[in-house]
């Protein structure tokens, strides 16, 4: 008796789960091969981060000697629907290995690393022959404004030092202490 009422229990949260939209989301393939300045590049592991944090691992991809990469998040393969950030890593650094020394090498794992890429990807259709392209760009840091300060003595503002244990210019015409 117990076990019957387990699998109706469990049918009914079956159909309930399924009528409101508890089934995973539909997997986009993403696979196809990258390159920089047209040449395939080897041993990069490619991470999407997703501009929505959701329940879905962060879809990964590692490319073969040929550059050649196919997408997955956690157990699927591909990606899930939604915009993305997309950056690329030496695997072996996690180990505290370099996979590579060459120079084109270096620049894409720091130029597309974390903190400076700039790439985006929107999963919304099956890419199979995708090339990402880490072509060479200028890598423009976020403008931070210098702080300023008022000298409390002549109202004026003055630039904020830098290191906090050097003290402020004094603007001009006031004399130095």
């Known amino acids: 008796m117990l076990a019957k009422q387990r699998t109706i229990c469990t049918c009914v949260i079956s159909l309930v789960c399924g009528s409101l939209g508890c089934a995973p989301p539909k997997f986009y393939d993403c696979e196809g ?21 959701d329940s879905v691992r962060m879809p990964l991809g590692l490319t073969n000697s040929e550059g050649r990469f196919e997408m997955f998040s956690g157990r699927h393969m591909g990606v899930p629907p939604g915009g ?11 180990d505290g290995r370099q996979t590579s020394k060459e120079a084109d090498y270096l620049y894409v794992i720091d130029r597309y690393s974390p903190d400076k890429s700039d790439l985006k990807y ?12 880490l072509d060479i760009k200028e890598y423009i840091a976020p403008v931070v404004e ?11 503002a003055v630039a904020a030092p830098e290191n906090p244990d050097v003290a402020a210019v004094p603007p001009e015409g006031t004399p130095a202490e």
């Open 122 to 133: 929107v999963a919304d259709r099956d890419r199979i022959d995708f090339e990402l392209k």
């Open 146 to 156: 210098d702080p300023v300060v008022e000298d409390p003595e002549s109202k004026k």
């Open 33 to 53: 091969v990258v390159t920089h300045e047209g040449r395939p590049v080897a041993n990069l592991q490619i991470t999407f981060t997703p501009d929505i944090i």
């Open 84 to 94: 993305y950030s997309v950056y690329v890593e030496d695997p072996g650094a996690a």
